[in-house]
């Protein structure tokens, strides 16, 4: 085994979480270089990682963009004569890329995509359920090794606190991506005044800039000790920044998978979606906090409202209970 390429285009947390597989080759075929393949804006996840020799990225909103990008791309690719491709992405674009790259083994991962969907129609009980990570790790069963033990992990340079955030600090990520899986604002606000009042952390506020009015908020409970650190973090640096902190809170998005892989134990809010989907954090000391509602789960991936237009799976989490769960995880 000379060349492996891994496939995983997008997005943050399935490529934090594909590093297991990324170790788990590393660890059995030492002298192989493993290359991997996403798409080019989360390139700075993996810069500089130990085990990955070459990046192949793929612009997708540029020189890449459309039928004839992917082809150009292919046509690239195609030339890596790969012994192993591993295509932990399994839609579409990944099978053509695979199909023109002529590796002498493809594995695939299963997605299981039908078991997610039956429990939002079936609302059934989804808080158990192998990781996402796992069966990751179960694509690579048919080369015979050895998985035991291996957890995604990043390799990031910790580096001081930027300016305005003293350590010790915590880490915060009041945002998501869809707006049905953020944990509200005013929560955040409340337990950051608990944080800052009960112990001698500092906050650090992290997001995207969209997130930055959300972070004001949170901010003016505690301005002197909370740092709204919101559109300021490249990736790179946003795991450099995880990387120092005493711990992160978080909703069900790629900071959580970000800080764990980090070795940052989480504190994550779960409203529309569940821990059987196969993203829930994966850490001994990391803590989940959920509702027990009937009409959870309500989405495979989280949705601009509530559809019962109350919200109860996340506003009904209240700062005190979230302080409780902290409080647990700091002391241990």
């Given at each position: 085994?000379?060349?492996?390429?891994?496939?995983?285009?997008?997005?943050?947390?399935?490529?934090?979480?594909?590093?297991?597989a990324?170790?788990a080759?590393?660890?059995?075929?030492?002298?192989?270089?493993?290359?991997?393949?996403?798409?080019?804006?989360?390139?700075?996840?993996?810069?500089?990682?130990?085990?990955?020799g070459?990046?192949?990225l793929?612009d997708?909103?540029?020189?890449?963009?459309?039928?004839?990008?992917?082809?150009?791309?292919?046509?690239?690719?195609?030339?890596?004569?790969?012994?192993?491709?591993?295509?932990l992405?399994?839609?579409?674009?990944?099978?053509?890329?695979?199909r023109?790259?002529?590796?002498?083994?493809v594995?695939?991962?299963?997605?299981r995509?039908?078991?997610?969907?039956?429990?939002?129609?079936?609302?059934?009980?989804?808080e158990?359920?192998?990781?996402?990570?796992?069966?990751?790790?179960?694509?690579?069963?048919p080369?015979?090794?050895d998985?035991a033990?291996?957890?995604?992990?990043l390799?990031?340079?910790?580096?001081?606190?930027?300016?305005?955030?003293?350590?010790?600090?915590?880490?915060?990520a009041?945002?998501?991506?869809?707006?049905?899986?953020r944990?509200?604002?005013?929560?955040?606000?409340e337990?950051?005044?608990?944080?800052?009042?009960?112990?001698?952390?500092n906050?650090?506020?992290?997001?995207?800039?969209?997130?930055?009015?959300?972070?004001?908020?949170?901010?003016?409970a505690?301005?002197?000790?909370i740092?709204?650190?919101?559109?300021?973090?490249g990736?790179?640096?946003?795991?450099?920044?995880?990387?120092?902190?005493?711990?992160?809170?978080?909703?069900?998005?790629?900071p959580?998978?970000?800080?764990?892989?980090?070795g940052?134990?989480?504190?994550?809010?779960?409203?529309?979606?569940?821990?059987?989907?196969?993203?829930?954090?994966?850490?001994?000391?990391?803590?989940?906090?959920?509702?027990?509602?009937?009409?959870?789960?309500?989405?495979?991936?989280?949705?601009?409202s509530?559809?019962?237009?109350?919200?109860?799976?996340?506003?009904?989490?209240t700062p005190?209970?979230?302080?409780?769960?902290?409080?647990?995880?700091?002391?241990?």
């Amino acid at each position: 085994m000379k060349r492996i390429l891994v496939i995983r285009l997008g997005a943050i947390g399935d490529i934090v979480l594909a590093t297991a597989a990324i170790e788990a080759l590393a660890r059995a075929f030492p002298d192989a270089a493993v290359e991997f393949l996403l798409k080019e804006r989360f390139s700075a996840l993996l810069e500089g990682h130990p085990h990955v020799g070459r990046l192949w990225l793929f612009d997708e909103r540029g020189r890449h963009r459309g039928a004839g990008g992917l082809l150009s791309f292919m046509r690239a690719i195609q030339a890596g004569r790969f012994d192993l491709a591993v295509d932990l992405q399994g839609n579409l674009r990944s099978r053509l890329i695979c199909r023109c790259l002529r590796a002498k083994k493809v594995l695939r991962w299963d997605k299981r995509a039908w078991q997610r969907r039956m429990m939002v129609l079936g609302k059934r009980p989804a808080e158990h359920g192998p990781p996402v990570y796992a069966r990751y790790l179960e694509a690579l069963k048919p080369l015979g090794i050895d998985v035991a033990g291996i957890r995604p992990r990043l390799y990031p340079n910790r580096a001081e606190p930027p300016a305005g955030l003293k350590a010790p600090y915590l880490a915060m990520a009041p945002g998501a991506h869809w707006p049905a899986k953020r944990w509200p604002a005013g929560h955040y606000a409340e337990l950051a005044a608990r944080i800052a009042d009960e112990t001698d952390l500092n906050i650090g506020l992290i997001g995207s800039e969209d997130d930055r009015e959300a972070g004001e908020k949170i901010r003016r409970a505690r301005p002197e000790r909370i740092a709204n650190l919101c559109g300021q973090l490249g990736l790179g640096q946003l795991a450099s920044f995880l990387a120092g902190a005493r711990a992160a809170v978080t909703n069900d998005t790629g900071p959580m998978h970000l800080a764990e892989a980090a070795g940052v134990p989480v504190l994550a809010f779960f409203g529309p979606t569940a821990a059987g989907f196969g993203f829930a954090p994966w850490r001994e000391e990391s803590r989940m906090l959920a509702m027990d509602l009937a009409c959870r789960p309500c989405s495979l991936h989280g949705s601009r409202s509530c559809p019962k237009r109350h919200h109860r799976c996340l506003d009904g989490i209240t700062p005190d209970v979230a302080w409780k769960a902290l409080q647990g995880m700091l002391d241990g």
